[in-house]
């Protein structure tokens, strides 16, 4: 069953469920335990607690001020920055659940809901109207 709603907590957050999830909280304990005797859980019962773990990670994500940044607001460079800063403090790669990794996630969905062609005409209109401004030849 840990296994099944890690599946559904994963699917519903769109990422892996962070250190605290109920999800990895499930996987925790079923690894220390002995699962062979365990009732078999109603499969929507496990989904809705997934969903609903995955509503509040999201919500506590969502627009969140987390040391006086919105994280959602952040670029591609200023993640960098911040896992830079993050990693000099520690002495190591910041863990998963941390601030600089959670702004690099956020930062690589935003990316990944951009659609490329999309971009590339927009950046081909904008060259032609800058030359033609310009009175440039193509």
């Not at 296994?3 to 996987?27: F, I, K, N, V």
């Not at 929507?44 to 919105?70: V, W, Y």
């Not at 920055?81 to 863990?95: A, D, F, T, V, W």
């Amino acid at each position: 069953e840990a296994s099944q709603l890690m599946s559904e907590e994963h699917r519903t957050l769109g990422y892996r469920p962070p250190p605290g999830s109920l999800a990895s909280e499930a996987q925790a304990a079923a690894s220390k335990h002995d699962t062979g005797n365990l009732a078999k859980h109603n499969i929507e019962t496990l989904q809705q607690a997934a969903k609903e773990d995955a509503d509040r990670i999201s919500k506590e994500r969502a627009g969140i001020q987390r040391e006086g940044l919105n994280i959602h607001d952040l670029t591609e460079d200023q993640a960098r920055q911040l896992m830079s800063e993050e990693h000099k403090e520690l002495g190591y790669r910041p863990p998963a659940g941390s601030l600089a990794s959670n702004v690099q996630n956020e930062v690589r969905k935003k990316q990944r809901d951009v659609d490329h062609d999309v971009i590339r005409e927009a950046a081909i209109r904008d060259a032609r109207k800058i030359r033609k401004e310009r009175g440039e030849t193509m």
